[in-house]
């Protein structure tokens, strides 16, 4: 046995059909696979069925095949040259090496994990700006490539339209491979081995779908409020950071919003959120939580947080503050997993959100992509191609997105804020946010906003 046809629906369009026609030698196709994306988010439990043949070829429904071909040219330019993948489409990168017809896409390895990279960013720690001359940006990273988020820094393995061989699946078996996102993780696992490129002469085109507008009922909005000690109050209901303010005051806007919502508060707080949520009619679409500490970010590690945050200048210097901003990736994942109102989008809003941003009364949050939904901190010039300013943070004050992916970018919001730990940092996480974006950029939709119009530039 020798090809096997791997063919991935989403229930838009078929593209079997267009495949078969335009591939003249067809029927060199021994068997094929159709996996269902609502059925399936990996292929990992098919690594073990791709062994029985020596080419996988991938499609779906994304691209569009526009050209006849013959799929034994393609294996035979695969072991003339020693590569393990060839897409059918055209490379996109900015960078690439050509050889011949085949086409190399050019990958620059670089340390994230590294104090010289955090004390090149951060600007919380208190001496910040003898680290970074007074400069918001030293790490070496340009950041304008990430506007337009078009496959930046890309290893060599994909899931676009391609034939590969098997041997990739047995070698990174142990190695998860989503279908739900772009696997940055496998891609940089499979280029420690392998190679992957791309023809001169591509013969299949990206599909361009225009998606409709989010449906404000498949979204669900999770906030909420955890007690940090603080002067031995029962509840800390005010906030000193470069101003005071009361959160009870601040959270009415947020639970005025007109949508599902899962709200995680202490006791103390029920009969205000009851209240509010109550006289606007919208109790059947609220699912109140009492939480004490059981959801404080990372409080098994709330020492070491102590020693890092002394680092920090004197309004981040509070190791509770730290893990109570960050508790909300704790809470957004606890609201995906129960999903109590059954949605497919969820959205992030703080409890005190007005503090920063302008929420109105007719504020409603929608969403409608594969993606993280979050905002960049800055003011970008188009026609000029300058920034006006970048912060280098983007918004966590809101966020969002499709469940797997939200959930996804919680857990590696867990990863890299122990890598930061370990190194002895701890910062917000509204920093923390973008170093995930540093990392992973495909997973991000993002918004040039200023905190006060997150809320109003968010939805799509």
């Not at 002895?424 to 990392?439: A, M, V």
């Amino acid at each position: 046995m020798n090809t096997l046809l791997l063919y991935i629906n989403d229930n838009s369009i078929n593209i079997m059909d267009n495949f078969l026609e335009k591939c003249l030698d067809n029927h060199k196709i021994c068997d094929k696979i159709t996996i269902n994306l609502k059925d399936n988010m990996n292929l990992n439990s098919y690594f073990k069925k791709f062994q029985n043949y020596k080419y996988i070829i991938y499609i779906d429904n994304k691209y569009k095949f526009d050209k006849h071909f013959y799929i034994q040219e393609y294996i035979d330019i695969l072991n003339e040259n020693k590569v393990q993948q060839i897409y059918f489409c055209e490379n996109t990168s900015k960078y690439k090496t050509f050889d011949n017809n085949l086409i190399f896409t050019d990958y620059k390895k670089y340390n994230f994990k590294t104090k010289k990279h955090l004390e090149s960013s951060l600007t919380i720690l208190e001496n910040s700006n003898k680290l970074n001359y007074l400069s918001k940006n030293r790490t070496g990273i340009d950041y304008f490539e990430y506007i337009n988020n078009d496959n930046i820094n890309w290893p060599n393995f994909k899931l676009l339209p391609s034939i590969i061989k098997s041997e990739v699946f047995n070698k990174l078996k142990d190695i998860n491979l989503s279908l739900n996102y772009e696997d940055r993780d496998f891609a940089i696992e499979y280029t420690n081995y392998y190679k992957s490129c791309s023809l001169t002469n591509s013969i299949c085109n990206k599909i361009i779908n225009i998606k409709e507008k989010g449906d404000p009922s498949e979204m669900t909005i999770v906030t909420g409020f955890i007690n940090i000690p603080h002067e031995g109050k029962s509840v800390k209901t005010h906030c000193f950071k470069k101003k005071t303010y009361s959160y009870q005051e601040k959270s009415i806007a947020t639970l005025k919003i007109k949508q599902n919502m899962v709200i995680y508060i202490p006791e103390k707080l029920y009969s205000h959120v009851y209240n509010i949520r109550k006289n606007i009619g919208y109790l059947d679409k609220t699912k109140i939580i009492i939480i004490k500490d059981e959801f404080l970010y990372m409080k098994e590690n709330i020492s070491k947080i102590k020693e890092n945050c002394q680092k920090n200048i004197i309004t981040y210097r509070n190791a509770y503050y730290i893990s109570a901003v960050s508790t909300r990736y704790n809470l957004v994942r606890d609201t995906i997993e129960k999903n109590y109102f059954n949605t497919k989008y969820t959205t992030w809003v703080d409890f005190g959100a007005v503090h920063c941003a302008d929420i109105k009364d007719d504020t409603v949050f929608t969403y409608n992509k594969n993606k993280f939904r979050i905002g960049w901190i800055a003011r970008f010039n188009k026609k000029n191609n300058i920034f006006k300013f970048n912060h280098y943070v983007l918004g966590g004050t809101i966020f969002g997105g499709e469940n797997n992916i939200l959930k996804l970018v919680c857990d590696l919001h867990d990863r890299i804020f122990k890598d930061n730990m370990n190194l002895g940092y701890n910062c917000n996480d509204d920093k923390t946010l973008w170093f995930i974006f540093e990392r992973y950029p495909e997973l991000f939709d993002t918004y040039f906003a200023g905190y006060i119009s997150l809320a109003a530039r968010y939805s799509c």
